[in-house]
């Protein structure tokens, strides 16, 4: 029949033991979701969390729907410009005290992507809602290898206190596959590069950190034979596709080898050093975000998560001379240094932000790339990290969503509009079939324009 897909969507290249899957290629769709334009292929859904809110008025756009103007802290978008809408207007209410006290951080990562009232406790009754990822892992995560990934540059224990009596968990996790169980992060890329492409056997053989790290250091070599066999089969632009697909998995693995070599070199007594994780933050994050790229272009996962720094991160920024903690310099009291210093810190967070959206956009999907098969969301429950206030949040959504969603436009919306408003909306986008998240009141509407 013509309107089958000439190439089985799991297919695999193998050799010598080794196996890799692909990208997702023209030839294993059928002719007419191409000949009907980008939106029949599969859309993606991932939330980027950052911490302490953010300086406003720097963040604010000028202007409204398509006219508007990017602010001095969105700037890092100009290329993207046209591919995202910035929202303000919308809250999640549930990270508010609602007669708790303080603990406005912790709660704000719970609430993010709940919209639900975490339970003050440092015990072991942590409870909060489930997250608008694992509503959406639920529904398509049985079409993937993995249901969804969870990616941080921070690790964190989700026992014990860690804000004003709340639990550490709140804190250091924002995907909750249930009300009481949070979804674990990994921050060491080796590790995610291995969940995603490595052998279950391997990574728990006892012996395997190094049989495992030579495998996966030659995995493109040994399936080279079969790659070439499948380019035979076809067209010019799955050709190309699979050649960048190449490179890109070529570069992490070089990436990952390089941190790994430089951090041998490096004798730091007595301390542990995780191992894989890059010293530098500006890899680190590019690490993350590349692994999400290719996690989403080789179709091994839909939805994902990535938490730049816990909520409440103290870390500093050097590299762009920011060397107070970050979460310190939050509380700025209207000092102008503090605030400036804060400044740099919320663009740098962006410009990662927009370098990961480039990237997403130079891969070639159906009639489109692979931004516009995408919903991502930038963003935190906190706006002015000052006030610790959890309404006029910064929220970027990125994407089209398979050509669901107009972009290039800042909507306004009435003040306290929930934000899980939005995410129902993107979980409708997702065919999940659910009518209510967290304190979500219905669709936000205006999305497709």
Known sequence: MSGQPKLQRRTLLKGLGATLGLPLLEAMLPADVFAAGSAGAPKRMAFVFVPNGVIVPEWTPKGEGKDWQ?????????????????????????????GDGPGDHARSAAAFLTGAHPVKTGGVDIKVGQSVDQVAAEKVGKLTKLPSVELGTEGGRNAGQCDSGYSCAYSNNIS???????????????????????????????????????????ILDMVTDDASRLKLQLG?????????????????????????ENDSKRAIPDLKLPNGVPKQLDEHITLMFDLMTLAFQTDTTRVATFMMANEGSNRSYPMIGVNDGHHHLSHHQNKQDWIDQLKKVDKYL???????????????????????????????????????????????????????????????????????????????????GVDHLGDSTGRLKGLEG
């Open 176 to 218: 909750w596959k249930t009300a009481s169980t949070p979804m674990a992060k990994e921050i060491n890329p080796r590790l995610v590069f291995e969940r995603l492409f490595g052998s279950a056997d391997d990574r728990d053989a006892a012996k395997g950190r190094a049989k495992r790290d030579e495998y996966r250091k030659s």
């Open 236 to 260: 010019q632009t799955d050709r190309r596709k699979i050649d960048e697909y190449f490179t890109s998995v070529r570069e992490i693995e070089q990436r990952i080898d390089r941190a790994r």
């Open 70 to 98: 990017l602010s001095p802290t969105l700037e890092p978008l100009a290329k993207m410009k046209d591919k995202v809408c910035v929202f303000t207007g919308l809250a999640q209410d549930n990270a508010s005290a609602k």
């Open 350 to 432: 962006m410009g990662h932000f927009a370098r990961f959206l480039e990237k997403l956009d130079g891969i070639h999907e159906g009639n489109g790339t692979l931004l516009d098969q995408s919903m991502i969301v930038y963003g935190c429950a906190i706006g002015d990290g000052n006030r610790h206030n959890h309404n006029d949040l910064p929220i970027v959504l990125a994407g089209r969503g398979g050509g669901t969603i107009t972009s290039g436009r800042h909507l306004s919306y009435p003040k306290n509009t929930p934000l899980n408003n939005l995410f129902l909306s993107l979980l409708d986008r997702m065919d999940s």
